[in-house]
């Protein structure tokens, strides 16, 4: 593994923006180099301090899913090495951690698929039996197995603050019946031929997240992370119990060390600045990503 990078700092290409994990930059007007720091967020709050390892595990693990997926739907590499893009002397900070990839027009939609009940999911099906509108049966537990995939979308919103959950006919009102039916149709197949090769590792992907964009010609292309434990709840299926939170491979980690964090002597109020993570939870974290790839792809 490379030095551990929070925030690159490439002065040979325009940037794009800077993401809670990735620096984006132009390549010419049709390219992006996509770069993924060591940079970890929770509720919605980058970290100061980075996991080292974590840019470079994030993408070989999109990587491989890119490779297994693409039957499915086209996604956004263009094939070009990352370091092709810069000098020799910025290399460094591009090696190991990033994608070249074809610049799109984004959706403004992320494409949630659950094949379980967790999370908000969980929170909301208590409250009126439904998750984004989708009716669910009666009598479901926390971390139940749904009957069958279900697509859950949200609204994407600005760096810092939560994505709205959203009905499949609001993204209608969005983007167009058409469009938001392939978005729908495509992503259910994701991550139902994700989640069949995921149980042969002994892996639940509980829920995940996709996002697409429009190619100059219209067509449909997958982008940006894909299946990693970022973007997907990872579970270990010899954990899983119906009916409480099973273990993950992301950084719940992080979160739960986090809920009795406190900053200048008060319990942190989940803004901005973080507290100084320890080092025992930078590297029990950076542990907790290793398992995951190393499970995955052995």
């Known amino acids: 593994m490379s030095d551990p990078l929070h925030t690159s700092t490439l002065t040979s290409l325009p940037l794009l923006a800077r993401g809670k994990v990735r620096d984006n930059y132009a390549v010419g007007d049709d390219r992006i180099l996509m770069v993924a720091s060591d940079r970890i967020s929770a509720f919605d709050v980058i ?5 080292p390892g974590k840019g ?13 997926l693409g039957g499915i739907c086209r996604n956004h590499l263009t094939g070009d090495a990352p370091e092709s893009a810069v000098p020799a002397a910025e290399a460094a900070q591009v090696r190991g951690r990033s994608m070249l990839v074809q610049r799109l027009r984004p959706i403004p939609v992320e494409a949630v698929v ?3 009940l967790a999370g908000s999911g969980w929170k909301e099906y208590q409250e009126s039996q439904s998750v984004c509108g989708v009716a669910l049966p009666a009598g479901l537990k926390n ?3 749904l009957p069958q995939p279900i697509y859950t979308p949200a609204a994407k919103a600005a760096v810092g603050e939560h994505d709205e959950n959203i009905t499949f006919e609001r993204t209608v009102e969005m983007i167009g019946a058409e469009l938001a039916g392939r978005i729908r149709d ?13 149980a042969t590792r002994g892996i639940i992907i509980a829920d995940t997240k996709f996002e697409f964009g429009l190619d ?24 899983y119990a119906e009916g409480r939170n099973p273990p993950s491979f992301d950084k719940q980690f992080l979160r739960d060390w986090l809920e009795t964090a406190t900053l200048n002597g008060e319990p942190w109020n989940k803004t901005a600045p973080a507290p100084q993570l320890p080092a025992d939870v930078i590297a029990q974290t950076a542990a907790k990503y290793r398992e995951a790839l190393q499970r995955l792809t052995a």
């Open 216 to 239: 100059p010609q219209g067509e449909l292309v997958l982008m940006d992370e894909v299946l990693t434990p970022d973007s997907s709840r990872y579970w270990p299926a010899e954990g």
């Open 186 to 198: 495509v992503s259910i197949a994701l991550y139902s031929r994700a989640a069949e090769i995921a």
């Open 47 to 51: 970290m100061g301090e980075p996991i």
């Open 143 to 145: 971390a139940s197995k």
């Open 56 to 68: 470079e595990l994030l993408t070989q693990m999109a990587l491989w899913w890119f490779d297994r």
């Open 114 to 116: 659950r094949g379980y």
